[in-house]
């Protein structure tokens, strides 16, 4: 017996081809009714007898769009309906907004073979698309995903453009961003101050590459600067534009095979690197003078493939007249500041190189994702941007309020939490700068306005200090907690893998505004009962002129091995004037200026200092990046640490390591001095979670923080907890940097909830 019903589709649903998809799937079971996307989701109601509607609903969960995601769906009998045909019906749009926006997507295989088809209409043509590909989240202004709620709305469908994105059969079905030459967006350049379009602006751009120049390249979330990287000249310049020494740069190829000769590449990180997503994945160097001038003393290279038509075009054009380089593909922005969007902004600001506009709006700037893959096969993020957000993270929680979170200061992302799953704002960056300041105000009004968000509350971190605290007090919310820094980067740990409680955690990173006052950064913590307990931790020790050590690491290297001061002077000697090694000595022994931290991150600054010879940071963690390179050294042995337990909580002492540091120095071993310092670390790890897990019965250890970056330090460590009795679990969904906070801030919040008025981590 048939009988009518009302199906919900949540998820990745809008801008997939989802509704031609179901479209076709209820023809294929000769169903009668509709489709629809709504602001709730996708909205299918349909007659069928109960055996064929299961069938039809398997056939959705099994067979649904390569790039959709259904969170949840819910069916309900609605009042008896006769329908004469099946119809994809106009979107309805209303105040409650539950669906999710889908993320950018690289160019698909389809949409390449036409571009590169001297027969199709779209030959050439560089904003080609379907609804297997192409902008997304950066076009979109509002819920549910059509075109007159994009930056497309501006341009008419030519008549061809309007009968594919017509016809159910067609994969440019309601594809919104559609569009050929004739009616769609244009690329321009400026050529001797002559205004040049299409081919001949594309053209003009190729041949500036060609001949070493720097060259703007608008792309889908914003501008990249690009250029020659084995060129010395234009890497100059470009370090320049970017007050970037050091810093290394991505790499952009046309496709994989061009970048074979250059770095090791692996099936999983071959196939991440192809992927819709198409982020940067960290690539270990075949040889670490390769890529020299961009990634300079590393062993290894960010790499992306040519993710929009625009970019494999001009890597066509590149290849055709001989230049078969990798480019130099960074974001066009000044140092830490927001990535550039706008045609004005670009023009204004680098008027002095040759740039290539196009017109098609970009409505939410957004940056390259950063990601590598562990030996284990694991997926670590650095930075989850571009064809990651506004994709979202299932919590397990059925609070039924929004919920806020405010992020960190460093690397900020903000969140907002709703019916069991947290959107994840794009990387902001340091809000120290006022330009990401308001880039981050920006982005929050407009998350709240895309999603409809109504937070209940707000949750931040507890630094006095931060921005991210200061404006979220400055948003009006009824009530705000604050929850200590390295608890939610545990609690980030445990949000991913649905874990409520019983775990031990592992938080190293370089700065965080502990609970009495000091910089934490090197903390170990028991959950369990609800009740978070900082067992562990390294001994405080001095940070003479405080931020000022994350630069100028010479002053954590004097610190932390302060307890030889007659090798420390003699060290810094021909690296710092004296007089200065003096004066910070005398600032630590009359403690002026000089508060006390347990940060992990400022150790291997120190431990940097001592093997690279390098006092000065140019970019954050460039002494830890060096030596995690040389930590790959077979050697023997591993620098151990003293523990002292006191009234339960063990104290972990550097002082022993420190010796036999400077022993390894002293007698020419210097290029050992890294392998052995990781291991000790990992060997430290292991042993203080052996004994937390011995005394409080626990067998979960979730690991966090930015030092676990280090993708040397987290293949040890998972190698070293095979055998341990002990199950890890580290980030996966958000970076283990303070990219991951928010989303740790939120499930703080929402498994402890009884005790936020009075618990002793929360003001």
Same mark, same amino acid.
């Given at each position: 017996?048939?009988?009518?019903?009302?199906?919900?589709?949540?998820g990745?649903?809008?801008?997939?081809?989802?509704?031609?998809?179901?479209?076709?799937?209820?023809?294929?079971?000769?169903?009668?009714?509709?489709?629809?996307?709504?602001s709730?989701?996708v909205?299918?109601?349909t007659?069928a007898?109960?055996?064929?509607?299961?069938?039809?609903?398997?056939?959705?969960?099994?067979?649904?769009?390569?790039?959709?995601?259904?969170?949840?769906?819910?069916?309900?009998?609605?009042?008896?309906?006769?329908?004469?045909?099946?119809?994809?019906?106009?979107?309805i749009?209303?105040?409650?907004?539950?669906?999710?926006?889908?993320?950018?997507?690289?160019?698909?295989?389809?949409?390449i073979?036409?571009?590169?088809?001297?027969?199709?209409?779209?030959?050439?043509?560089?904003?080609?698309n379907?609804?297997?590909?192409?902008?997304?989240?950066?076009?979109?202004?509002?819920?549910?995903?059509?075109?007159?709620?994009?930056?497309?709305?501006?341009?008419?469908?030519?008549?061809?453009?309007?009968?594919?994105?017509?016809?159910p059969?067609?994969r440019?079905?309601?594809?919104?961003?559609?569009?050929?030459?004739?009616?769609?967006p244009?690329?321009?350049?400026?050529?001797?101050?002559?205004?040049?379009?299409?081919?001949?602006?594309?053209?003009?751009?190729?041949?500036e590459?060609?001949?070493?120049?720097?060259?703007?390249?608008?792309?889908?979330?914003g501008f990249?600067?690009?250029?020659?990287?084995?060129?010395e000249?234009?890497?100059?310049?470009?370090?320049?534009?970017?007050?970037?020494?050091?810093?290394?740069?991505?790499?952009?190829?046309?496709?994989?095979?061009?970048?074979?000769?250059?770095?090791?590449?692996?099936?999983?990180?071959?196939?991440l690197?192809?992927?819709?997503?198409?982020?940067?994945?960290?690539?270990?160097?075949?040889?670490?003078?390769?890529f020299?001038?961009?990634?300079?003393?590393?062993?290894s290279?960010?790499?992306?493939?040519?993710?929009?038509?625009?970019?494999?075009?001009?890597?066509?054009k590149?290849?055709?007249?001989?230049?078969k380089?990798?480019?130099?593909?960074?974001?066009?922005?000044?140092?830490?500041?927001?990535?550039?969007k706008?045609?004005?902004?670009?023009?204004?600001?680098?008027?002095?190189?040759?740039?290539?506009?196009?017109?098609?709006?970009?409505?939410?700037r957004?940056?390259?994702?950063?990601?590598?893959?562990?030996r284990?096969?694991n997926?670590?993020?650095?930075?989850?941007?571009?064809? $990651?957000?506004?994709?979202?993270? +299932?919590?397990?929680?059925? %609070?039924?309020?929004?919920? =806020?979170? *405010?992020? !960190? @200061? &460093?690397?900020?992302?903000?969140?907002?939490?709703?019916?069991?799953?947290?959107?994840?704002?794009?990387?902001?960056?340091?809000?120290?700068?006022?330009?990401?300041?308001?880039? $981050?105000i920006?982005?929050?009004? +407009?998350?709240?306005?895309? %999603?409809?968000f109504?937070? =209940?509350? *707000?949750? !931040? @971190? &507890?630094?006095?200090?931060?921005?991210?605290k200061?404006?979220?007090?400055?948003?009006?919310?009824?009530?705000?907690?604050?929850v200590?820094?390295?608890?939610?980067?545990?609690?980030?740990?445990?949000?991913?893998? +649905?874990?409520?409680?019983?775990?031990?955690?592992?938080? =190293?990173?370089?700065?965080?505004?502990?609970?009495?006052?000091?910089?934490?950064?090197?903390e170990?913590?028991?959950?369990?009962?609800?009740?978070?307990?900082?067992?562990?931790?390294?001994?405080?020790?001095?940070?003479?002129g405080?931020?000022?050590?994350?630069?100028?690491?010479?002053?954590?290297?004097?610190s932390?091995f302060?307890?030889?001061?007659?090798?420390?002077?003699?060290?810094?000697?021909?690296?710092?004037?004296?007089?200065?090694?003096?004066?910070?000595?005398?600032?630590?022994?009359?403690?002026?200026?000089?508060?006390?931290?347990?940060?992990v991150?400022?150790?291997?600054?120190?431990?940097?200092?001592?093997?690279?010879?390098?006092?000065?940071?140019?970019?954050e963690?460039?002494?830890?990046?060096?030596?995690?390179?040389?930590?790959?050294?077979?050697?023997?042995?591993?620098?151990?640490?003293?523990?002292?337990?006191?009234?339960?909580f063990?104290s972990i002492?550097?002082?022993r390591?420190?010796?036999?540091?400077?022993?390894?120095?002293?007698?020419?071993?210097?290029?050992?001095?890294?392998?052995?310092?990781?291991?000790?670390?990992?060997?430290?790890?292991k042993?203080?979670?052996i004994?937390?897990?011995?005394?409080?019965?626990?067998?979960?250890?979730?690991?966090?923080?930015?030092?676990?970056?280090?993708?040397?330090?987290?293949?040890?460590?998972?190698?070293?907890?095979?055998?341990?009795?002990?199950?890890?679990?580290?980030?996966?969904?958000?970076?283990?940097?303070?990219?991951g906070?928010?989303?740790?801030?939120i499930?703080?919040?929402?498994?402890?909830?009884?005790?936020l008025?009075?618990?002793?981590?929360?003001?």
């Amino acid at each position: 017996m048939s009988r009518t019903r009302k199906i919900v589709i949540n998820g990745i649903v809008q801008g997939v081809g989802f509704r031609p998809f179901i479209y076709n799937l209820a023809k294929k079971y000769s169903l009668n009714g509709f489709v629809s996307n709504t602001s709730e989701g996708v909205i299918i109601e349909t007659n069928a007898s109960d055996d064929i509607f299961n069938e039809f609903l398997n056939d959705i969960k099994l067979k649904k769009p390569p790039q959709s995601e259904i969170s949840s769906i819910k069916i309900s009998d609605t009042e008896e309906k006769n329908f004469d045909d099946f119809k994809i019906i106009k979107s309805i749009s209303n105040d409650l907004v539950t669906t999710s926006i889908p993320a950018d997507l690289a160019i698909c295989s389809d949409c390449i073979n036409d571009i590169f088809d001297s027969s199709n209409r779209r030959y050439l043509y560089p904003f080609t698309n379907c609804t297997n590909c192409g902008p997304r989240f950066s076009i979109i202004k509002k819920i549910p995903y059509d075109r007159k709620w994009t930056t497309m709305s501006s341009f008419d469908m030519c008549d061809e453009c309007a009968e594919e994105y017509s016809d159910p059969l067609n994969r440019r079905f309601h594809a919104q961003p559609n569009a050929c030459p004739r009616c769609g967006p244009r690329v321009w350049s400026f050529k001797n101050k002559k205004l040049i379009y299409d081919d001949e602006a594309i053209n003009f751009i190729v041949d500036e590459i060609i001949s070493n120049r720097v060259v703007l390249i608008k792309g889908i979330g914003g501008f990249h600067i690009a250029a020659n990287p084995f060129d010395e000249n234009a890497v100059k310049e470009l370090r320049k534009i970017k007050s970037r020494d050091f810093k290394p740069f991505a790499i952009m190829v046309s496709n994989i095979d061009s970048i074979k000769n250059y770095v090791f590449i692996s099936d999983s990180e071959m196939n991440l690197i192809s992927s819709p997503k198409a982020p940067i994945v960290m690539l270990k160097k075949k040889n670490r003078k390769i890529f020299e001038l961009v990634a300079t003393s590393l062993d290894s290279v960010g790499v992306m493939i040519a993710y929009t038509p625009l970019h494999r075009i001009i890597f066509k054009k590149l290849e055709d007249r001989g230049f078969k380089n990798p480019l130099v593909m960074t974001s066009a922005n000044f140092k830490d500041e927001p990535l550039v969007k706008d045609n004005s902004a670009a023009k204004k600001l680098f008027s002095n190189y040759p740039v290539l506009y196009h017109n098609r709006d970009i409505h939410n700037r957004i940056d390259d994702s950063v990601l590598m893959v562990d030996r284990f096969n694991n997926i670590r993020i650095t930075r989850r941007a571009r064809g $990651y957000v506004p994709n979202s993270i +299932n919590v397990n929680s059925d %609070f039924k309020d929004h919920i =806020f979170a *405010a992020g !960190a @200061d &460093m690397k900020n992302c903000f969140a907002f939490y709703r019916h069991g799953e947290v959107i994840i704002s794009q990387h902001i960056g340091d809000l120290e700068m006022v330009e990401n300041r308001n880039f $981050y105000i920006k982005s929050y009004k +407009n998350f709240k306005k895309l %999603f409809n968000f109504l937070p =209940f509350v *707000a949750v !931040a @971190d &507890m630094h006095p200090g931060y921005y991210s605290k200061q404006i979220t007090e400055g948003f009006n919310f009824k009530k705000i907690f604050y929850v200590q820094h390295h608890i939610s980067h545990i609690y980030s740990v445990m949000a991913e893998n +649905n874990i409520d409680d019983d775990i031990i955690g592992v938080a =190293f990173d370089g700065v965080g505004y502990g609970l009495d006052g000091n910089i934490w950064g090197g903390e170990f913590f028991v959950i369990k009962n609800r009740d978070v307990k900082r067992a562990a931790g390294f001994n405080y020790f001095k940070l003479p002129g405080g931020d000022l050590c994350s630069s100028e690491i010479w002053r954590s290297f004097l610190s932390i091995f302060s307890s030889n001061r007659g090798f420390v002077k003699s060290f810094l000697k021909d690296r710092v004037d004296p007089k200065n090694v003096d004066i910070v000595f005398n600032m630590m022994d009359k403690n002026i200026n000089s508060p006390l931290s347990s940060s992990v991150g400022r150790i291997f600054d120190a431990v940097s200092v001592l093997v690279t010879g390098s006092v000065i940071s140019n970019f954050e963690a460039e002494g830890p990046m060096k030596i995690e390179a040389l930590a790959y050294k077979k050697v023997k042995g591993f620098y151990d640490f003293d523990i002292n337990e006191n009234g339960g909580f063990y104290s972990i002492l550097i002082d022993r390591a420190v010796d036999e540091m400077i022993y390894d120095y002293k007698n020419g071993r210097a290029d050992e001095i890294s392998a052995r310092f990781h291991r000790g670390i990992v060997k430290l790890i292991k042993k203080i979670c052996i004994k937390l897990s011995e005394e409080n019965k626990i067998k979960r250890v979730a690991i966090s923080g930015g030092v676990f970056q280090n993708k040397f330090l987290i293949n040890l460590i998972q190698e070293e907890f095979r055998k341990s009795g002990l199950n890890i679990y580290l980030n996966s969904a958000v970076p283990s940097n303070d990219g991951g906070i928010s989303l740790g801030q939120i499930y703080y919040y929402l498994k402890n909830i009884s005790k936020l008025n009075h618990g002793n981590l929360i003001e």
